[in-house]
């Protein structure tokens, strides 16, 4: 969403991240505006090896983690 995308180009991640994640269709197999960062579903994401999942949606967090499988770290850019 609009949060995310606000925390990507303020923090300048975009030159340390590959995928967003985001289960909207719509959204899927675009990028993120200003951006070469494809949005991808949770299941595609979840068939990568092991990665790094940084959270921009802290409302959301809770469910996130419980759909992440263990092999897959996450990390709250917003509580932690």
């Known amino acids: 969403?609009?949060?995310g995308q606000f925390l990507i180009h303020m923090y300048n991640m975009k030159k340390h991240m590959k995928y967003v994640i985001d289960e909207t269709k719509f959204y899927c197999n675009k990028f993120i505006?200003?951006?070469?960062?494809k949005?991808?579903?949770l299941k595609?994401?979840?068939k990568m090896r092991?990665?790094?999942i940084?959270?921009?949606?802290p409302t959301h967090y809770s469910l996130?983690?419980?759909k992440i499988s263990r092999k897959h770290k996450i990390y709250d850019?917003?509580?932690n």
């Open 39 to 41: 949005i991808i579903n």
């Open 64 to 66: 996130i983690k419980n």
């Open 54 to 57: 940084i959270n921009l949606a």
């Open 50 to 52: 092991k990665s790094l």
């Open 77 to 79: 850019l917003i509580s």
């Open 44 to 46: 595609k994401a979840l």
């Open 33 to 37: 505006p200003g951006t070469n960062i």
């Open 1 to 3: 969403g609009a949060k």
